[in-house]
């Protein structure tokens, strides 16, 4: 949020010339950017099985989960003026570690269980969202502007967990197990908001149709929550993003 607003204010200290952006003809307009998000977050939870007639722990946690290379495309109309319609579409997705550690009951013994522990690489997790926005396009000279913009965003994200164990004896003396993990992936939806800016400079013009190199920050989140073992925990999809690409008007 600090970032967008540093931006827009720049602009408008910069003197803003809303008549330079209306020789813009070019009513449409598509985006293709590469961004990094980031941030980590990380979750964990505890739950319980039977075995030989007792009940056995069980407890599920993850590495730092980052978001990954973001990869984003967009696309808008001029409706009035400087007033822009528009919609983008972004992807992340990233792999971390999972730990997984318990408690197995003894197969002759009564309260005697013996601990297990283990980690898990490339436990996946994936988010897409969908943002809707309104916008105005400001001038910041002859060529340079800035686009700002905001509006509703709808995620939808998948995480791989491990949600259960399956206890075999190690030796025939029962003083170790091992634990083979069973793992799924969760799915949920969630609707957040979004704003931002995006400043772009062209570098070819034929016509009404100029192709240009922008740049753009993002603040998009949304909250939500998965199952993992027993329980559900929230998360976080979204964040500031920071990236740039290709911006083409015609």
Do not use: C
């Not at 792999?95 to 996946?124: C, Q, W, Y």
């Not at 000279?141 to 995480?159: C, M, N, W």
């Amino acid at each position: 949020m600090r970032l967008v607003t540093a931006l827009v204010m720049a602009g408008l200290l910069a003197g803003v010339n809303d008549a330079t952006a209306q020789t813009d003809e070019s009513r449409f307009f598509l985006s293709v950017s590469g961004a990094f998000e980031p941030g980590t977050q990380t979750y964990a939870d505890d739950g319980t099985f039977n075995l030989y007639d007792e009940v056995g722990r069980l407890s599920v946690g993850s590495d730092d989960l980052s978001s990954g290379a973001v990869l984003d495309f967009g696309v808008g109309a001029r409706v009035m003026g400087n007033f822009i319609v528009g919609a983008n579409f972004h992807r992340t997705s990233s792999l971390a570690e999972a730990t997984v550690s318990g408690e197995a009951p003894h197969p002759i013994f009564f309260n005697r269980p013996r601990s297990f522990s283990a980690t898990v690489p490339d436990m996946k997790r994936t988010e897409q969202a969908l943002h809707v926005s309104l916008g105005y396009r400001l001038a910041l000279g002859e060529k340079l502007d800035v686009h700002i913009y905001a509006g509703p965003s709808q995620f939808r994200f998948t995480q791989d967990v491990i949600n259960a164990v399956v206890i075999t004896e190690a030796g025939g003396a029962f003083t170790t197990v091992n634990a083979t993990n069973e793992t799924t992936t969760r799915k949920a939806n969630a609707w957040g908001g979004h704003v931002g800016a995006d400043v772009s400079y062209p570098v070819y013009q034929s016509g009404n149709t100029s192709f240009r190199l922008g740049g753009y920050v993002r603040y998009a989140e949304a909250s939500s929550e998965f199952l993992v073992v027993s329980n559900s925990v929230n998360t976080k999809v979204g964040g500031v993003q920071i990236g740039g690409g290709l911006r083409v008007r015609f």
